[in-house]
């Protein structure tokens, strides 16, 4: 079925997407008269209805009592109007750094709004603008000379460097009747990691080392190395090999452990081209996964990309590095 194309939807896109792009990159904002906007919202018409069929009511039957109300609700509304500019009028909002995430899942970054000013700032939400599900609003109080945290939360749909969406904040304090809100486009990116494979297969076989081919320990293909030996005092508990354990608890030999000696002269590569026969997204996502279990295991591991070899090592510093290699390849 072809797609029904709205005119009006499409301009309104057009220039939205002109619009953001004329507004400046900075992860720090001061809103001030000429980045803060103001309509009225439905109530805010309806009772601008209300109170000309009251005045002119008030007019043909000659109703002191109702000109009284007629201005008394009129003052109310424009006195509305200027505490609900003057909510976000000075307000400042920095962006913190965010920490890179996975594709497919929620990345969330924080929002600092700080308020220089001695009244407090209530009503303030903050939302990815033109978001496909439609707006989550944050919404949150600022106190007196202070300041406040809000999360705002999107989910990037691949892998890469992805620049933060354009953010809107908006108040609607203290009646409703008008709405007041800016826009705003970071600067920052996200760097974004593939998604893991759910149920990858197992580690690739460990590669003997420079020297070392002849050497009798080796890693089957689930991942765990073959020559083990008893639990002695002190070792660590991350050279537990949790499978044979259970078998050996069974038979009542003990704990068992891996032969750091032995394991040494094996090196696990994650090699890009031994990830199976499949597309580049699908292949990255394996990698993910076999570097995630490899760290979780305690396990030295290497990357080979195209045209990137990152050498075995451990550690979270060795981690990011790889994930970071795999969301840029």
Request: proline letters at 8%; aromatic letters at 8%.
């Amino acid at each position: 079925m072809a797609r029904e194309w709205n005119p009006v939807t499409l301009v309104r896109g057009r220039f939205q997407q002109w619009w953001q792009s004329r507004l400046p990159l900075s992860d720090s904002v001061l809103l001030t008269q000429r980045n803060v906007y103001i309509l009225p919202t439905r109530p805010g018409l309806m009772l601008a209805l209300t109170l000309m069929v009251l005045l002119v009511a008030s007019i043909n039957y000659q109703l002191n009592l109702g000109y009284l109300l007629t201005f008394l609700l009129a003052g109310s509304a424009v006195t509305g109007m200027h505490v609900c500019h003057g909510t976000l009028r000075g307000l400042a909002m920095n962006l913190i750094a965010p920490t890179p995430q996975y594709a497919g899942a929620a990345a969330i970054f924080d929002v600092k709004l700080t308020n220089t000013r001695r009244s407090p700032r209530h009503g303030i939400g903050l939302s990815v603008l033109g978001a496909p599900d439609g707006p989550h609003w944050a919404w949150t109080d600022v106190p007196a000379e202070g300041s406040s945290t809000v999360q705002v939360a999107f989910t990037p749909s691949r892998r890469g460097l992805h620049r933060l969406p354009t953010l809107t904040a908006e108040t609607r304090f203290p009646l409703g009747t008008f709405r007041v809100w800016t826009v705003w486009r970071p600067a920052a990116q996200l760097l974004v990691y593939p998604a893991p494979e759910r149920q990858p297969p197992p580690l690739p076989p460990g590669e003997p080392r420079s020297g070392a081919a002849s050497a009798t320990a080796r890693v089957q293909s689930s991942g765990d190395f073959d020559s083990v030996r008893s639990y002695r005092r002190g070792d660590p508990l991350k050279l537990v090999m949790w499978k044979k354990a259970a078998k050996a608890d069974e038979q009542g030999n003990g704990l068992v452990v891996r032969d750091a000696q032995q394991a040494q002269r094996h090196e696990l590569w994650l090699d890009f081209v031994q990830a199976g026969s499949l597309d580049t997204e699908a292949r990255l996502s394996r990698l993910c996964a076999w570097l995630l279990q490899a760290d979780k295991l305690g396990l030295s591991y290497g990357l080979r990309l195209p045209g990137v070899q990152i050498k075995p090592s451990s550690g979270e510093a060795h981690k990011r590095q790889c994930l970071e290699a795999l969301a840029l390849c």
